[in-house]
């Protein structure tokens, strides 16, 4: 669990909470979570990265953000889609960052990153994707497979241990910070508003359209012309998500026009390979950034 300060800032009326330390030279780290309250069982928000902020913080500067509706950040007033996720980082990025940013999304935060690097690329000096089915061209149905049948109610510590469960390649980073984070978000009214909100089966709808909108929008723009920023794409070998091949396809279908694209594979992990494999994860995602800093220089 990280212990980041914390703050929360007005960003478009919407008091969005944020963490953030760490100093240097070289632009900021932007990090985006994954989970979409409503679609899947785990409570998302800035606790999902763990320690790894810490790790980041020590010779970079580090923002983590807690998405609408997760974490410490209401569900505010619109509907969730990814355009408004894209809308709300955008709008955090240029509220807390002095200049282009590295921003590291899993999972959904890797889409609505890919869609802030093809909508605003002023605003980043990398892209990095992590671990998402949401961005890969994976189908459908594999995470309905992953989370069929979970517990009941949520906001337990044994619901959010099966859903973590499920997706991890083992268990020994489902701590007990994790989990009391987990339940304190699953329980807390942002993540609740959220839920309730989406209950009506067309708020569910218009999510699930606004995810294949983007995912379909990234490989159209990709394939037609050069992505607009440097990108790297970090798979995990036992994601039970979105399996290794279709991760190295949303490399192919990116690096046709962008040169300046990477591709990794972390070993012995889940979805979370920045919890459970730690020490490589943040070897290859800052060498891939300060190769970006260094070929800009």
Known sequence: MTTLPSRTIQVDGLATRILEAGAGEGPAVVLLHG???GLVPYAGGSHLWGSFPEALARD???IAID????GGTPAGDEPLTVEFLVRHACAVIAATAD??????????????GAMVALEKPALLASLTIVASAAAAPS?????NLTFFAAPSPATTRQAQFWAFDRMSYAHHHIDDALLDA???AAGGEAHQAMLRRMAD?????????????AKFGVFRAAREAAFPVPTQIIAAAEDPLVSRDHMLWLFRIIAQHQPATQFHLINRSGSFPFREQP????QVLTAFQDGVRAEAA
């Open 60 to 62: 970079r500067r580090v």
């Open 99 to 112: 200049g282009p940013v590295h921003l590291v999304g899993h999972d959904a935060g890797g889409l609505v």
């Open 139 to 143: 189908g459908d149905g594999v995470d």
């Open 35 to 37: 989970s979409l309250p």
């Open 182 to 184: 987990a339940v304190a």
């Open 67 to 70: 998405s609408p509706g997760s």
């Open 201 to 213: 089966p067309a708020a569910a709808a218009a999510l699930a359209g606004s995810v294949l909108r």
């Open 279 to 282: 020490e490589p994860f943040l």
